[in-house]
């Protein structure tokens, strides 16, 4: 069996994941599209950590304003781009090669536009569920009591694919 989720070819990247992973990946991003694109009413922390303000003093509201009144939709543009690209490569997803040992994971060919909408997807995933779930650096274990753990699974699980593929093809 694999020993990573992810392999550099000549070709492409090549990311492995289970059919149910690859429903789940899809399911959150379109979750955190649908999140994104809807308009906030009031304060919301997972917009607020993605879209996080350019002024801290509060006395700069107004350049805060202006700000967000320019850079705001491009950024939002982006991140919808990024979310969608991952989504529409996780549905070329298709049984791996006999000679990938790939088991029951099926894979899918990334290019190098789409690894990058990966590892911006998969970092955008991450805090958007951190956030929601209020993870700190001290949080590593999974209380099987708690609500939420679930979530903390998939946050968990989002984390160890975003690291193999930082180091499959960083290092």
């Known amino acids: 069996m694999r020993t990573s989720r992810f392999a550099v070819t000549i070709e492409g990247i090549e990311a492995y994941l289970f059919v149910e992973e690859a429903r789940i990946f899809v399911d959150i991003a379109l979750d ?3 999140i994104m694109e809807t308009p906030a009413l009031g304060e919301d922390p997972v917009r607020e950590r993605l879209f996080p303000r350019a002024y801290l003093d509060p006395t700069e509201e107004t350049a805060e ?4 009144d320019y850079a705001h939709p491009e950024l939002l543009e ?3 781009a990024t979310l969608v690209m991952l989504i529409e490569s996780i549905k070329r997803i298709e049984d791996a090669p006999a000679d990938r040992n790939a088991g029951d994971l099926k894979m899918v060919l990334l290019s190098p536009d789409e690894t990058e909408a990966w590892l911006k997807g998969l970092n955008d995933l991450r805090l958007a569920l951190g956030t929601k779930l209020n993870i700190s650096d001290d949080d590593n274990e999974i209380d099987p009591d708690d609500p939420h753990a679930q979530l903390r699974g998939i946050y968990d699980w989002l984390t ?5 593929l930082l180091e499959e093809v960083y290092l």
């Open 78 to 80: 982006s991140r919808v």
């Open 65 to 68: 304003m202006t700000w967000a």
């Open 160 to 164: 160890a694919l975003q690291q193999d």
């Open 32 to 34: 955190l599209r649908a």
